[in-house]
């Protein structure tokens, strides 16, 4: 199964993950 | 049994290969006779093309087999009680096989789930997973295959490999696309105080509070006494085009079309519709469901993939409202990272159901997206949505069922959520 986001966010957001990493629930995604 | 097990011979012989591309041959005979074609979900850029299965011999093999009928009778087998003594030795070797971490479970006692389809549908115990404070926090465990900007309303499966934004959400309005169905969902649950924690975290226009409410409320009537008068059969319209009804639900709540969110909300005030998304080519009457973003923004996709040991409830990435969703019926393919490389338009054609909405950024959206093994999609605030059903004729693949949520919340206009809030899951079958 699969989850895909797709959000409005200002220019400047970044991401603070690596393609591939594990990630839990609630560990942070990104910022701005 | 030893003498049996010792004197049986061992006979080899060849699996019929004959039969199997028999019955693959069958299939693809039936699909044409149908008038299908392969055809297995329309594309969003352009309405008139359809998506057809593109990819190596694997994936066309895979697109003969009756994937969704699997899926059920898998969930169906997982279902079935296990006899108490063989759960804990069953699930801790599932977990060491798939990696589960016994340590987390809200109920650490494996003999209290009763079938593997509970097991895998486990709960956590409180605190096991902290929220962070950033804006966007992941919704699952799991793996995060792809992520980035969009550009070009194309969203990127991996690299080389794209689909549409608009095949994956949904188009908005356009003549004949909303058809009158009742769809019932959840209204019970109270609109506490809890849901106003974040609500300085999201923006609203003033008239989207005060002064064009009152026109979508009484839109909204309008709709809903038209809605009453329809006969319920003809309310499950074709996927052919259809031409535009005088006085048709999104004729009556038309509202200038200022923002995203501002669409978003005004098609939410169509409280319960259905459609597809197989409207005419006429660029002037459907929308993008991402139709204008604000200034200086722009649009990110994440996609997270959710192994077999992987806990599968989702929860909320963000404070945001959810106005609407759209069920979309599709193919359950697996969605395998092997899988994603090799299938284009995986994501578009699988079975999955767009929740759209708004945050402090603007538009907002989270997609789970069914597989074979996991074909049921389930939203703790939306008891009316069945998935993986068997699919009935009207609801063709690449149509969608909606159902706004505008009702949860008079103020918000939708089902409010907090970073970290459980939404639903994934269940066996």
């Not at chain 1, 991401?15 to 629930?25: A, D, L, P, S, Y």
């Not at chain 2, 169905?181 to 959840?186: G, I, P, T």
């Not at chain 2, 159901?353 to 939203?379: D, E, H, Q």
Request: charged share 25%; hydrophobic share 35%.
């Amino acid at each position: 199964s699969t989850v895909v986001l797709v959000f409005e966010a200002p220019k400047d957001f970044t991401f603070k993950v690596q393609e591939g990493q594990k990630v839990k629930v609630g560990e942070a995604l990104g910022y701005v | 049994l030893h003498s049996a097990w010792k004197s049986t011979p061992t006979r080899w012989y060849p699996i019929p290969i004959g039969l199997g591309a028999l019955y693959l041959g069958a299939q693809q005979a039936k699909k044409k006779w149908d008038g299908d074609k392969g055809v297995v979900g329309i594309d969003g850029d352009n309405d008139e093309m359809a998506v057809k299965l593109r990819g190596p011999w694997q994936v066309h093999v895979m697109g003969a087999l009756p994937l969704r009928s699997l899926s059920r009778l898998w969930g169906y087998l997982n279902s079935l009680e296990l006899p108490v003594w063989s759960r804990e030795p069953g699930f801790k070797l599932y977990s060491y096989v798939f990696g589960c971490n016994l340590d987390e479970l809200d109920q650490p006692d494996l003999k209290s789930y009763a079938s593997l389809g509970d097991f895998f549908y486990r709960r956590l115990r409180d605190g096991v997973r902290p929220i962070d404070d950033e804006p966007l926090v992941s919704p699952a465990d799991g793996r995060l295959l792809h992520f980035g900007a969009i550009n070009g309303a194309k969203v990127e499966q991996v690299k080389g490999l794209t689909y549409s934004l608009d095949a994956l959400l949904g188009k908005t309005g356009g003549p004949g696309t909303p058809a009158a169905e009742d769809v019932e969902f959840d209204t019970n649950r109270a609109f506490d105080d809890h849901d106003f924690a974040n609500i300085n975290d999201i923006d609203y226009s003033l008239g989207d509070l005060l002064g064009s409410s009152q026109r979508k409320v009484d839109a909204n009537s309008s709709i809903k006494d038209e809605q009453s008068s329809e006969d319920e059969s003809s309310s499950m319209r074709s996927s052919s085009p259809s031409p535009s009804t005088p006085g048709s639900p999104n004729e009556d709540a038309s509202v200038p079309q200022e923002s995203t969110t501002d669409n978003l909300v005004r098609d939410a005030s169509v409280a319960l519709s259905m459609g597809t998304n197989v409207v005419p080519a006429d660029a002037s009457s459907p929308r993008s469901s991402v139709s204008k973003l604000r200034e200086g923004n722009g649009l990110f996709f994440a996609v997270i993939y959710l192994a077999p040991g992987d806990y599968h409830r989702f929860h909320s990435p963000a404070a945001w409202v959810v106005e609407r969703r759209r069920h979309f019926a599709g193919e359950l393919f697996s969605v395998s990272p092997y899988i994603a490389r090799r299938l284009s338009n995986l994501f578009v054609l699988n079975e999955r159901v767009a929740l759209l909405g708004r945050w402090r950024y603007g538009f907002f959206s989270m997609v789970p997206v069914g597989a074979t093994n996991v074909g049921s999609i389930k939203i703790n605030f939306d008891q009316a949505l069945r998935t993986n059903e068997r699919r009935p004729r009207s609801h063709p693949a690449g149509t969608y069922i909606e159902a706004g949520y505008s009702k949860a919340s008079s103020l918000l206009r939708g089902q409010p959520l907090n970073a970290g809030e459980e939404m639903g899951g994934f269940r066996l079958g």
